[in-house]
């Protein structure tokens, strides 16, 4: 294996994704660029009307664009690609939680396991598994972020919350809160809004 793929690998691996990189995450951005919804990038300053970008740059406004930044789109489409790309199909969670797939879909249909569904398909995020099992009381919060976008998700849970102090003082993310055995009350009372 090449010095470049181990350290793309390792990369993956230190972000919690277990996939083989870059190939097994092709399929899962090209799905995840489907899933997007088509938005046009134009040039600024030729949307608008020579007033209004006469106006808006005597505010201080900048209407050129700009290549270099990063197309928050692009980032979204990977963060996607990567969370299907991990995901476990819901014979795969059966397997890991040792009960049957009928369960899994019917832990999907309660919000009790966060899930994406593409192409008819159930995709489970495997952020939401310790091991061999649930997360401690994440059914309870998966129920709350629901129907939150399965990147708003991830975010919120890896995280850190400043609300989320532990008896030491560390600062933990929705995740580590959980998994520390802390109550999930105060979770629910922090889920981000639909």
Same mark, same amino acid.
């Given at each position: 294996?090449?010095?470049?793929?181990?350290?793309?690998?390792?990369?993956?691996?230190?972000?919690?994704?277990?996939?083989?990189?870059?190939?097994?995450?092709?399929?899962?951005?090209?799905?995840?660029?489907?899933?997007?919804?088509?938005?046009?990038?134009?040039?600024?300053?030729?949307?608008?009307?020579?007033?209004?970008?006469?106006?808006?740059?005597?505010?201080?406004?900048?209407?050129?664009?700009?290549?270099?930044?990063?197309?928050?789109?692009?980032?979204?489409?990977?963060?996607?690609?990567?969370?299907?790309?991990?995901?476990?199909?819901?014979?795969?969670?059966?397997?890991?939680?040792?009960?049957?797939?009928?369960?899994? *879909?019917?832990?999907?249909?309660?919000?009790?396991?966060?899930?994406?569904?593409?192409?008819?398909?159930?995709?489970?995020?495997?952020?939401?598994?310790?091991?061999?099992?649930?997360?401690?009381?994440?059914? *309870?919060?998966?129920?709350?972020?629901?129907?939150?976008?399965?990147?708003?998700?991830?975010?919120?849970?890896?995280?850190?919350?400043?609300?989320?102090?532990?008896?030491?003082? *560390?600062?933990?993310?929705?995740?580590?809160?959980?998994?520390?055995?802390?109550?999930?009350?105060?979770?629910?009372?922090?889920?981000?809004?639909?």
């Amino acid at each position: 294996m090449s010095r470049a793929k181990q350290v793309t690998e390792h990369y993956f691996q230190v972000h919690g994704l277990q996939v083989q990189a870059p190939e097994g995450l092709n399929d899962a951005l090209k799905d995840a660029i489907k899933q997007l919804k088509t938005s046009l990038y134009g040039p600024s300053r030729t949307e608008l009307t020579p007033t209004e970008v006469a106006m808006l740059e005597r505010a201080g406004v900048d209407v050129d664009e700009h290549p270099e930044k990063d197309d928050p789109m692009l980032e979204y489409a990977k963060e996607f690609a990567a969370i299907v790309a991990t995901s476990l199909s819901p014979a795969e969670v059966a397997k890991r939680l040792n009960i049957t797939p009928v369960r899994v *879909r019917q832990l999907i249909r309660e919000h009790a396991l966060f899930a994406i569904r593409i192409d008819g398909r159930w995709h489970v995020p495997v952020f939401q598994f310790d091991g061999d099992a649930l997360v401690p009381n994440i059914s *309870r919060v998966n129920a709350r972020v629901a129907t939150l976008n399965a990147v708003s998700v991830m975010r919120w849970y890896t995280t850190e919350d400043p609300e989320l102090e532990d008896s030491n003082g *560390r600062i933990l993310t929705p995740l580590e809160w959980l998994k520390t055995g802390h109550h999930a009350e105060t979770l629910i009372a922090i889920t981000p809004e639909s």
